[in-house]
Nanobody, 120 residues
Framework: QVQLVESGGGLVQAGGSLRLSCAAS????????MGWYRQAPGHKRELVAG???????NYADSVKGRFTNSRDNAKNTVALQMNSLKPEDTAVYYC??????????????WGQGTQVTVSS
């Protein structure tokens, strides 16, 4: 069973950048497709970006061109580079892992979440 720990959240002004990182442990990282999800108050959790075992990526329309998702199989990490942040990006961001090799379907494993707040 994989354990996931996110880091890198914080407060940033609109137009700024943040980089989230998710460290995986406890299992073979390359077995998992990985994803980032977010949940804002009063909203459902939604997919932000996914990456398959082979590196195929998928992004929500709202973040295309601004966010980049990548994985480093040697370091057992996945990173979400977020540029041109907007106030509507404010949410708790969760790292996700699953055995199904999909960049769009959430897996069974979740991190604890990290808060991202974008001020206007």
């Amino acid at each position: 069973q994989v354990q996931l720990v996110e880091s890198g959240g914080g407060l940033v002004q609109a137009g700024g950048s943040l980089r989230l990182s998710c460290a995986a442990s406890g299992s073979i990282f390359t077995l998992y497709a990985m994803g980032w999800y977010r949940q804002a108050p009063g909203h459902k959790r939604e997919l932000v970006a996914g990456i398959s075992r082979g590196g195929t990526t998928n992004y929500a329309d709202s973040v295309k061109g601004r966010f980049t998702n990548s994985r480093d199989n040697a370091k057992n990490t996945v990173a979400l580079q977020m540029n041109s942040l907007k106030p509507e990006d404010t949410a708790v961001y969760y790292c996700n892992a699953g055995y199904l090799d999909s960049a769009t379907i959430p897996g069974a494993y979740w991190g604890q979440g990290t808060q991202v707040t974008v001020s206007s």
